[in-house]
Every structure is written in structure tokens, then in C-alpha cells.
């Protein structure tokens, strides 16, 4: 079991960048493949981006692709979120989520097993 908590959220403007941390607590946190999720007010969560359990980046959505990196640090339990050229489509609440071992290979919210409280990423325009 692992539990995720999210930092790093707020206000910018469009073109700011943001980078947004997720820490696990447990011994087993490099044991599982990590994401990036995110919920726009009225609309389904979706992927943003995922992380295998040895750092390689896997998947990520076509919106984001050029603009956001994931990285991990397995020594520090935290999984990274860089965000650049933040657009106002960007707002959302984002999560980190955590999957024992491996990422399939169309990832979706199910398939996750733990998750953070969130946090807000506002982007005006």
C-alpha cells in the first residue's frame, strides 16, 4: 500500500510554467508504475502522463505532448509533473496515481489502485 500527496498547484498565466510534486510514504514506492491524472470541472478524469517504476516515460496525452516531462526519484518517493507553455485548457485538478508494477498500455483512471487528494492548476488566459 502506498499513499500520494500532491504539491505544487496554483494560479498562472498562460504561457507560465508549474511544476507540480507528488510524494509517496512506504518502502515499496519504486515497486510501482506512476501517473499523472487530471479533472477539468464537468468532464471525466483523464491521463496525463505515466512513469514506469524504473523512470522511463510511457505514455502521455496528445494535449500535453512538448510541453510537460514526468520524472521520478525513487530514493525520495516523488514522482514530478514539469509543466511549460501552460494553456487556460490546462485547468484541472491534478492527482498522481500509483498501480502495482506495470503501466498497460492504454492507461486510464481504473486501472489505478492509489491516488492523492489533488491539487488545483488554474491557468488564465
Known amino acids: 500500500q502506498v499513499q500520494l500527496a500532491e504539491s505544487g498547484g496554483g494560479l498562472v498565466q498562460a504561457g507560465d510554467s508549474l511544476r507540480l510534486s507528488c510524494l509517496g510514504s512506504g518502502r515499496t514506492f519504486s515497486k510501482y508504475a506512476m501517473g499523472w491524472f487530471r479533472q477539468a470541472p464537468g468532464k471525466e478524469r483523464e491521463v496525463v502522463m505515466t512513469?514506469?517504476?524504473?523512470?522511463?516515460?510511457?505514455y502521455y496525452a496528445d494535449s500535453v505532448e512538448g510541453r510537460f516531462t514526468i520524472s521520478r526519484d525513487n530514493a525520495k518517493n516523488t514522482v514530478t509533473l514539469q509543466m511549460n507553455n501552460l494553456k487556460p485548457e490546462d485547468t484541472a485538478v491534478y492527482y498522481c496515481?500509483?498501480?502495482?508494477?506495470?503501466?498497460?498500455?492504454?492507461?486510464?483512471?481504473?486501472?489505478?489502485?492509489?491516488w492523492g487528494q489533488g491539487t488545483q492548476v488554474t491557468v488564465s488566459s
Open positions: 496515481a500509483a498501480r502495482w508494477m506495470m503501466t498497460p498500455a492504454k492507461p486510464k483512471p481504473a486501472d489505478y489502485d492509489y
Open positions: 512513469i514506469s517504476r524504473s523512470g522511463t516515460s510511457e
